[in-house]
């Protein structure tokens, strides 16, 4: 798949325009996806010297991403369409907020092995018996409410 992915708030801590505190195994998780075969951009609100922070940061961690702001390196901005062609986004301003990337990653893998169900792929996680004997929060409520056709 192609996957885009945020920066700020997503990666790294929301400190825009510093580079914020590294998010808990967001390059791990991201390094991981490259291994298993997707293509990662960079989809984020930063331009020129801030985004090119944002790209150094990455690649002082090992992680590179095929293009920033971009669906391909040699896309000229000028022409190109603003939409992205990605698969999948991953961003902190996502309903519900951003799911720790131990969650992400299976979410992906559910995703992959073409589960279709948003309750499925978002309980894919092997923390699924602990996120369930917690109260279930509202992102989980509203999926099994589209689920069940109660809205
Ligand atoms: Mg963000």
């Not at 930063?46 to 790209?55: C, I, S, T, Y």
């Not at 293009?67 to 939409?83: C, I, L, M, Q």
């Not at 893998?109 to 309980?123: D, H, W, Y």
Request: net charge negative; glycine share 8%; aromatic share 10%.
């Amino acid at each position: 798949m192609i996957i885009a992915v945020d920066f700020d708030g997503t990666i790294v801590e929301h400190e825009y325009p510093k580079i914020g505190k590294p998010i808990a195994f967001a390059i791990e998780t991201l390094l991981q996806l490259q291994k298993d075969g997707h293509t990662l951009l960079m989809w984020s609100v930063r331009e020129g010297k801030m985004l090119q922070e944002a790209v150094d940061y990455c690649e002082s961690k090992g992680l590179k991403f095929f293009a920033a702001n971009k669906n391909y390196p040699e896309e000229d901005p000028a022409t190109a369409s603003r939409k992205l062609n990605a698969d999948l986004f991953i961003d902190d301003r996502n309903l519900g907020g951003l799911p720790d990337w131990g969650v992400i990653y299976h979410a992906i893998k559910a995703l992959e092995r073409g589960e279709t169900s948003f309750e499925n792929i978002m309980m894919a996680s092997g923390e699924n018996q602990r996120i369930r004997r917690r109260k279930k929060n509202f992102f989980i409520r509203l999926g099994e409410m589209f689920e069940n056709n109660k809205y």
